[in-house]
């Protein structure tokens, strides 16, 4: 399946290389049926963001002020969308730091887990969590054997 893709770059320090992150989300659609079937069809939109944006919406949305790694919001396939995935780079870049991770890993891990969001994967409880993480261990590895590296660029 081919999609569309939106992506907007809100986070200052942040740089972001369009065409691979098409790239990802295009190889994990490629292979939508080892992940539930995929996102619904649809305009796909993601969203950089800072932490306190995305703490914003966050609160407004869910109910929970505090920061976060990656919140989801479902489209609607009627309109053509499928969803929107909001990703915070200063989390990634904290966790990154903290863990001795690879910054560009841990962000590309983060937009993974978005799209397993809209795909219908949850994390909220044990069992569900372990189907999560072992779909983000899948889908890894089909961005790894697709050749794409990301290449995200931080300015602390």
Known sequence: MFRDIAISNRHPGLGIDRPTIRAILHALDDQAPRFLGG???GELSIVFLTDPALARLHAEFLGDPKTTD???FAGEPAFGT???ICVSADTAATFAQRHHHDFSEEL???VIHGWLHLA???DLEPAPKRR???AENRARRV???AGIRPAFRWKA
Do not use: K, Q, S
Request: glycine share 10%; charged share 15%; with cysteine.
């Open 82 to 84: 499928c969803g929107e």
């Open 39 to 41: 996102p619904l069809p």
């Open 132 to 134: 999560m993480r072992a």
């Open 70 to 72: 990656v919140i989801t």
């Open 143 to 145: 961005v790894a054997t």
């Open 108 to 110: 590309t891990l983060y």
């Open 120 to 122: 219908g994967y949850d």
